[in-house]
């Protein structure tokens, strides 16, 4: 009986090795939960106590990390989407082979193409997985360099944000 469930598990693996780049993409609220909300308290004029009177800074800071994080998961996108490519044609040659040697009554000729499959997939699931490690990489170093800009903005004494511009009067002629 198992060696009839082994080329379906074996397709089942191709299957799975064959997932989009997008799936494993997270959000930014996801992946810097506290960055977010302190970005976005900064963003609604409330920030907290320590980065009163330094919202500039402290924007500027938020979009150098959302840049960068885009920037990350654009160059992984860049990457694995052809990789991708490739590993779904790779599963569905697999696939087709598998079915027309089922048919036929020949599981050796199954086997042989699973072989060839997973072969071909190695060199690039190992690509894909140092496009992968170069994403997390620069997701954490920007994680890190946010996380430093953000302490030298609240610990420096000055308070940086421009005064507020003086009202205007809405009838400067004196009509009303």
Not at 21 to 33: E, G, H, I, V
Not at 43 to 66: F, H, M, S
């Amino acid at each position: 009986m198992l060696h009839r469930l082994r080329p379906a598990l074996a397709l089942g693996a191709l299957a799975l090795l064959a997932l989009p780049a997008a799936a494993s993409a997270r959000s930014f609220d996801a992946t810097y939960p506290r960055a977010a909300r302190l970005c976005a308290a900064v963003a609604a004029g409330q920030p907290p106590a320590r980065l009163a009177g330094k919202t500039v800074q402290a924007t500027a800071a938020c979009d150098t990390l959302e840049a960068a994080f885009d920037s990350a998961n654009l160059t992984f996108t860049r990457v694995a989407a052809p990789i991708d490519v490739q590993m779904h044609a790779i599963g569905e040659n697999a696939r087709a082979t598998c079915a027309a040697a089922f048919a036929a009554r020949n599981p050796a000729a199954c086997r042989a193409a699973l072989a060839s499959a997973r072969a071909a997939l190695r060199p690039l699931m190992a690509a894909w997985r140092t496009a992968a490690r170069a994403q997390r990489q620069a997701i954490i170093a920007a994680g890190l360099t946010f996380t430093a800009t953000m302490r030298t903005i609240s610990q420096s004494p000055v308070a940086t944000d421009p005064p507020p511009p003086p009202p205007v009067d809405p009838d400067p002629i004196g009509i009303t």
